[in-house]
């Protein structure tokens, strides 16, 4: 946060300087006054938008819950379950956002769970995906996972 705020005082005040016959003690006043506001509106702007989210993010960074349905049961063939809902779906990367407002990395978070070990779509869905990759050369990084295990 406080890098960026750096970078765009350096740019204003570089721009004002080669307008402008600064002294170095002017300069220096001026970095400090434009880092300053800028420090102040930036605290304004990212303590409104850090409310929701953030105090939340903590919390749950810091309590792993229990899924409530067996671990090996969560990725199957056709379908993945959210633990959240106990929903089954194909894919959960677009439910999880839509009903929980959750990110993959804060759902994988929640539950303590490797995302290598436990991918958001069924099997089939990723063996699909293994299988186009596959196809279109691009390899298969990322969908490593052997669709006969478990
Ligand atoms: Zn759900």
């Known amino acids: 946060m406080a890098t960026e705020v750096l970078k765009l005082t350096a740019q204003i005040v570089i721009s004002h300087a080669s307008m402008s016959e600064l002294t170095p003690k002017e300069l220096v006043e001026e970095i400090k006054d434009i880092y300053n506001l800028l420090s102040s509106l930036e605290g304004e702007i990212s303590l409104a938008e850090a409310l929701p989210g953030a105090a939340e993010k903590g919390k749950e960074a ?6 409530s349905i067996p671990l090996d049961e969560i990725v199957k063939e056709k ?33 303590g769970l490797d995302p290598k070990k436990f991918p958001l779509v069924c099997k089939e869905y990723s063996e699909q995906r293994r299988k186009l990759a596959k196809e279109k050369g691009l390899g298969e990084r990322g969908f490593r996972r052997k669709a006969k295990t478990a």
Request: net charge positive; glycine share 2%.
């Open 62 to 67: 810091a309590v792993v819950k229990k899924p």
């Open 79 to 111: 379908y993945v379950v959210c633990l959240e809902c106990g929903k089954k779906m194909r894919t959960l990367k677009a439910h999880l956002r839509k009903a929980h407002k959750l990110v993959p990395a804060e759902y994988y978070r929640q539950y």
